[in-house]
């Protein structure tokens, strides 16, 4: 069954003290789109969740949002740094020898306000543990997001269904007024030259002849209506399918409009030019329907 483009879904799982949130949103677009938006500390996974996401999201403008909530703390390690530390030992050494019994010890107070002397290091991410921690959230949101997709692409389908078959209906009523247009045409071809030139002149009548042949054969639809039928069984086909199928539905549209176009061209008659008026309208609401399909 088809799907709709149009999605949200939300999603959250553990992670040491916090929490990851993940929150999905899709709407219509031609192509797979990203809006991606992370935590510093997931930068580096940001291809591999466009990847995981699209391996269930072929199209559409995918804005994905991830924040980690709680209190996770950052691993930090404390050094102290000894190149520092032997210089301002030097420079104590230093200034006992000058100053005797007046000279001081630092306290530990002291040692560990300067600048530098204690170095904090920040663990690196382990990168593979946020990756496996994250997976559920992103799940959650993808199943709920897929679960609406496929809802709205069921009612898609009912409606599109319903719509196509309004234009069969159309090109029935088409196939069955066109031999009433050619032989009205005919009739009418016959009475002007028939007023005009000697009836009796035997060229005339085959001369006449040849345009009625000619004229039925320019105002003959039916390979249009083949063609149009056929791209009526492709769309139903297509609905059903569990395939990604937007685009090819949107190009047998275009395909229907076309061979609509040709026969309104070739009907000189008002009643076939209110029923492609009728098609073409149709045409337009399942065109805007079909913006919709994944």
Not at 52 to 64: D, E, F, I, K, P
């Amino acid at each position: 069954m088809i799907r709709s483009m149009t999605a949200f879904g939300q999603g959250g799982s553990p992670y040491e003290t916090g929490t990851w949130s993940v929150e999905l949103k899709c709407v219509n677009s031609k192509f797979l789109d990203w809006q991606v938006r992370l935590p510093a500390s997931l930068n580096a996974l940001e291809e591999r969740i466009k990847k995981y996401a699209a391996a269930r999201l072929s199209r559409g403008r995918v804005s994905l949002f991830i924040t980690l909530n709680g209190t996770a703390v950052a691993r930090q390690k404390l050094s102290l740094n000894l190149p520092l530390l032997a210089q301002y030992k030097k420079i104590a050494a230093q200034m006992k020898a000058e100053m005797g019994d007046d000279f001081e010890k630092p306290g530990l107070s002291t040692l560990l306000g300067i600048r530098d002397l204690v170095i904090s290091d920040e663990d690196a991410p382990d990168t593979e543990a946020m990756w496996q921690s994250l997976i559920p959230a992103l799940d959650q949101a993808l199943d709920e997001a897929c679960a609406m997709r496929s809802a709205e692409g069921e009612y898609l389908a009912q409606d599109l269904n319903q719509r196509l078959d309004v234009l069969a209906g159309l090109l029935e009523e088409m196939e069955e007024i066109t031999p009433q247009i050619i032989a009205g045409y005919q009739n009418r071809l016959r009475e002007r030259i028939a007023r005009l030139l000697d009836q009796d002149a035997p060229e005339m009548e085959q001369r006449l002849a040849q345009e009625v042949a000619l004229t039925a054969d320019k105002c003959d639809i039916s390979e249009e209506l083949v063609r149009a039928r056929s791209h009526l069984a492709q769309f139903r086909t297509f609905l059903s399918s569990a395939e990604p199928v937007g685009r090819k539905l949107d190009f047998l549209v275009q395909e229907l409009n076309r061979e609509a176009n040709t026969m309104g061209s070739k009907s000189p008659d008002t009643r076939a030019i209110n029923l492609v008026v009728s098609l073409k309208a149709e045409m337009e609401r399942i065109r805007e329907q079909v913006q919709n399909i994944e």
